[in-house]
C-alpha cells in the first residue's frame, strides 16, 4: 500500500472513530442498554466487516435503526435475550449471504434509494437536536448560545478547511480544534463524559445465559429476523451508495457474510447488534478513506479508548460531534432529489416522499418495503395501460388480430377488452408474436377468449407464440392451436 494511501486511512479511520462513538452510546441508551454494550458491538463490527466484508470504504457499527427493533424485547425480557437476538440474527444474516441473496438489492428502484438516504439525512440531523437537552428541557441562555456557537464553528472548520488544505480530514481538524478551545479556555459546555463513562475493561466471551428451549427461540426469533432484515437492508442500500460515491464495485453476499458473522461474535462478546452505518460511512469517504485499513483503525481505536483513553477522549464536546454530525447530515440528503422533482413522473416523486416520510416515522424495513411496494404497483399499471391490439380483415373474410405489450395479472380486463366475439367473424387470428405471457393469470385469460369465441360459435385460432409461453402453456395442461 502506498504511503499517502496508508496515512489517508489511518486519518480517515481516527475521524471516524470520533464520529462512532456518541452515535453508539446515544443508540445504546436508547435501547435501555449499558453504552459500553453499543461500543463493544461498534469495535467487533466495525473491525470484522472491515477486514473481510465486500465492501473496503464502508463503516459499520451499533446502528440506531438496529437499536429501535430491539427496545421492546430488552424492556420486556432483559439484557441476556438481546445478546440471543443478535446471535439469531447474525446467523441469518449470514445465511442470506451464503444464499447469494444480496443481488435482490437491484429489485430497490432509484426512487426509493433517494428517499432512502433522504429519511437517514434526516434522522441523523433529528438525533443531534437530543444534544441540545439538559435531562427533559432545551437548553436555554448562555449554555444554549455556547453550545449553537461551538457547532457552527466546527461546521465552518468543516466546510472552509477543504478551500485551504487536503492534507488532513476536516471533521478531525474541527473536532480536535474545538476540543482544545473548549479545554484552553475552560469553556462550561457539556463533553461525551456528560453522555457516558466508556472507560471498561476487554470485552469476555459468553454465551447468553437462557434457557435453550423452543420457548426462547420463540421470543427472539420475530425480533431476530426483523434485525436481520433492517440490517441487511442498511447496510446493502450503504453499499450501493459507496459503490456510487467511489466509482467501484462491492460483493453484496460477501459484505453480507461478514455482517452475520460480526454480528454474531458482537453477541457472544456482550455487544449490541449492527450494520452499516450511513452517516460514518460519509464520514470516512470525504475523508479520505478508501481501504480495509480506514474501517480496522475506526475499529481498534474504540477499543483503545474503552481501555486507556476514556479521561481524554470524555473531554471531547459534544458540539463539535454534534457539528460533524449536521454537516453529513447536509452530505448525506440527496439534494438532486429536490432538483428534479418537477422533471421526473409523479409517480417517481410520491415513493421519494413517501419513503422519506416512513423512513423518519417508522423504520427503515417498512419505508423500502412500502417504497418497492408503491413502486411495483405503478409499474404494473404502467405496463397494464401499454397493452392494445391491432386488428383487421382479412381477404378470406377472417379476422385477424395482433397483440402487443404483457399479459399478466393486472392487464387482463385491457387484453380481454380488445375482442367482441359477439359482433367476429366466424374465423379469428390471435397473432402473439409481440405478446409476452407473464403469469398464470395470462393463461386463464386466453382460456377465457377461448371459451368466449366457442360459446359464440367460432374459431379463435392463436400463431406466434414465443417458446416460454408454450412451456407456460404446457405446463398448465392448455394446448395451443
Not at 504511503?3 to 462512532?20: E, M, N, Q, Y
Not at 465552518?156 to 478551545?181: C, S, W
Request: glycine content about 10%; overall charge neutral.
Amino acid at each position: 500500500m502506498k504511503p499517502i494511501r496508508l496515512r489517508a486511512d489511518v486519518l480517515a479511520g481516527l475521524t471516524t472513530s470520533f464520529a462512532l462513538l456518541p452515535e453508539c452510546i446515544a443508540f445504546a441508551l436508547v435501547a435501555h442498554l449499558n453504552p459500553l454494550m453499543g461500543l463493544y458491538g461498534a469495535f467487533i463490527i466495525c473491525t470484522l466487516t472491515a477486514l473481510f466484508g465486500g465492501r473496503p470504504g464502508m463503516v459499520s457499527g451499533a446502528a440506531g435503526s438496529m437499536a429501535v427493533v430491539i427496545v421492546a424485547l430488552v424492556v420486556q425480557h432483559g439484557v441476556q435475550y438481546l445478546l440471543a437476538t443478535v446471535l439469531l440474527g447474525g446467523l441469518i444474516m449470514m445465511a442470506f449471504g451464503l444464499l447469494r441473496l444480496g443481488k435482490l438489492v437491484r429489485m430497490v428502484p432509484h426512487p426509493v434509494m433517494l428517499g432512502f438516504v433522504n429519511g437517514l439525512a434526516i434522522i441523523i440531523a433529528l438525533a443531534q437536536l437530543e444534544h441540545f437537552k439538559s435531562g427533559e428541557d432545551w437548553l436555554s441562555g448562555t449554555p444554549l448560545y455556547l453550545m449553537t456557537g461551538l457547532v457552527l464553528l466546527t461546521m465552518a472548520i468543516v466546510y472552509i478547511l477543504p478551500r485551504l488544505t487536503k492534507t488532513v480530514p476536516p471533521a478531525l481538524v474541527a473536532i480536535l480544534g474545538v476540543g482544545l478551545l473548549v479545554y484552553l479556555f475552560g469553556l462550561p459546555t457539556r463533553t461525551l463524559g456528560d453522555m457516558a463513562h466508556i472507560a471498561g475493561g476487554l470485552p469476555t466471551f459468553a454465551l447468553p445465559d437462557i434457557p435453550w428451549n423452543f420457548e426462547t427461540l420463540r421470543i427472539i426469533a420475530p425480533y431476530a429476523i426483523l434485525m436481520a432484515l433492517v440490517g441487511l437492508l442498511e447496510t446493502l442500500l450503504t453499499l450501493n451508495l459507496t459503490d456510487e460515491i467511489t466509482e467501484t464495485r462491492g460483493y453484496p453476499d460477501r459484505e453480507c457474510v461478514a455482517l452475520g458473522a460480526a454480528n454474531m461474535v458482537s453477541g457472544a462478546f456482550g455487544g449490541m447488534g449492527g450494520c452499516a452505518m450511513i452517516g460514518q460511512t460519509v464520514i470516512n469517504l470525504s475523508s479520505g478513506g478508501r481501504g480495509r485499513l480506514s474501517g480496522v483503525v475506526a475499529g481498534v481505536l474504540i477499543l483503545l479508548f474503552i481501555l486507556f483513553l476514556s479521561p481524554l477522549i470524555e473531554r471531547i464536546p459534544l458540539a463539535a460531534l454534534v457539528g460533524v454530525m449536521f454537516v453529513v447530515s447536509q452530505q448525506t440528503f440527496a439534494w438532486a432529489s429536490l432538483r428534479v422533482l418537477n422533471k421526473v413522473p409523479l409517480n417517481d416523486v410520491l415513493v421519494i416522499i413517501a419513503v422519506t416520510t416512513i423512513t423518519v416515522f417508522t423504520d427503515l424495513a417498512t419505508a423500502v418495503l412500502c417504497g418497492i411496494i408503491i413502486a411495483a404497483l405503478n409499474f404494473a399499471w404502467q405496463q397494464a395501460r401499454e397493452l392494445y391490439a391491432d386488428e383487421h380483415l382479412e381477404a378470406d373474410g377472417s379476422k385477424l388480430y395482433r397483440l402487443h405489450g404483457t399479459l399478466f395479472f393486472a392487464s387482463t380486463a385491457p387484453f380481454l377488452n380488445q375482442f367482441d366475439p359477439a359482433n367476429d367473424p366466424a374465423r379469428v387470428t390471435l397473432d402473439c408474436r409481440h405478446l409476452s405471457f407473464v403469469d398464470y393469470s395470462a393463461i386463464a385469460a386466453l382460456k377465457t377468449l377461448r371459451e368466449r369465441y366457442a360459446k359464440a360459435g367460432k374459431h379463435l385460432q392463436v400463431f406466434h407464440l414465443s417458446e416460454r409461453c408454450k412451456k407456460l402453456l404446457k405446463r398448465a395442461g392448455e394446448e395451443h392451436h
